[in-house]
């Protein structure tokens, strides 16, 4: 196969054509960068917006996965997602979810138009409906079959810089050392590495020692994801690891959106400032969807903070509107 630079499949005109203005590249001074992971069905452009606005400290917003698919097409709200309009003032990374580099070379043409310097493949996600078609971290099983697709992919210069979000092996942690091989071999922006096999999906014990490697095996600046939870997590791994660049936090940011702040040496979260928060990604969500999805949404969100205190568990619960939503888990 091969696909001229300029080269797009006659599909992929069904992309809207957006006309934004470009994304400020990244001028990181401060370290740790810090990633805000990508959560499909929760960090949404009204997330990040809010997020953004209220509490800031991440430097960059991982857009949740675009599915690629062989019409070349994408969803409504995955249009919306990447344009510029959604992300204003906000350094953001798109990502798609793709074995078949055609598709992700054409995509990567779109995220250019919008204006983007840099989109990220998933090879991380460990749904068994995605990694059955052998997609996500499903593309780990064959280490010949990803340096098949990395190599078509590769062989043509790309429009935009290509980072990738990975786990360490499929089965076993096992196989870690032989795909951390593989990716160090290609000019990546960047590797996101969840520290757990696909099995472990996200729970259970972690392997920072396979950060370690990553950062031996010299591939191009790792980026560690997996179980960040507090500024306390951040300063160990940092001691662990001093060569560390760069963090994505997932959770951690749900459970306390200043974490990012507080990792800067910043305040943490008042209760108005939690209020605030809870209230205007309510009346986002409720603008854009209508108020029952909008509520389920914070009641998911909620789950985090009121993990593990059983009463405000039981609070949330019970709650139905946005108040009682708030007194459960702010206790106000
Ligand atoms: C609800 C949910 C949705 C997710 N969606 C994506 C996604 O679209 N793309 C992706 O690369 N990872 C996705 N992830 C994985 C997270 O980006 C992150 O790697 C994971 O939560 C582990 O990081 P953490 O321990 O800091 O939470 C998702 C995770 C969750 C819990």
Redo the contacts with the bound molecule.
């Keep these: 196969m091969g696909m001229e630079p300029n080269a797009r499949k006659p599909g992929i005109m069904r992309y809207e054509r957006q006309k934004g203005r470009g994304m400020p590249p990244l001028k990181q001074t401060t370290k740790p960068v810090i990633y805000f ?6 960090t949404d452009g009204i997330f990040r917006r809010v997020h953004h606005e209220l509490f800031g400290g991440a430097d960059v917003y ?1 857009l ?2 675009h599915k690629l698919t062989q019409s070349m097409s994408l969803l409504t709200r995955e249009i919306r997602d990447i344009s510029p309009e959604e992300n204003e003032g906000m350094n953001v990374l798109p ?1 798609a ?1 793709t074995r078949d580099p055609e598709q992700l070379s054409a995509w990567l043409y779109y995220v250019s138009e919008c204006g983007y310097s840099c989109a ?1 493949l ?1 090879l ?2 460990p749904s068994p409906t995605v990694t059955r078609r052998g997609r996500g971290s499903g593309m780990l099983r064959d280490p010949d079959e990803l340096r098949f697709f990395l190599d078509r992919l590769f062989a043509n210069t790309l429009p935009v810089s290509l980072s990738v ?1 990975t786990r360490i092996g499929y089965e076993s942690a096992e196989e870690w050392p032989g795909i951390a091989e593989i990716l160090a071999g290609y000019p990546f922006a960047h590797v ?1 590495i ?1 520290v757990r096999t696909t099995r472990e999906q ?1 729970t259970g014990g972690i392997h920072p020692e396979a950060f370690e490697l990553a950062l031996q095996k010299r591939i191009p600046h790792p980026v560690y ?5 507090t500024t306390e997590d951040v300063n160990n791994l940092l001691v662990r690891c001093p060569a560390a660049e760069a963090v ?7 459970a306390d959106p200043a974490l990012g702040r507080r990792i800067r040496g910043g305040e943490a979260a008042g209760k108005d400032e939690l209020r605030a928060w809870y209230t205007a990604l309510y009346e986002g969500w409720k603008e854009r969807f209508q108020g029952t999805i909008a509520l389920g949404r914070i009641k998911k969100l909620m789950e985090w903070p009121c993990e593990g205190d059983i009463k405000k568990k039981r609070l949330l619960r019970r709650a139905d509107t946005i108040e009682s939503c708030i007194h459960a888990a702010i206790g106000e």
């Design positions: 992971a990508p959560m499909e069905g929760i991982c949740p996965f990502q979810l990220d998933n991380g996600c979000k996101t969840h996200y994801n997996g179980d960040l939870r994505m936090i997932g959770r951690g940011f749900l």
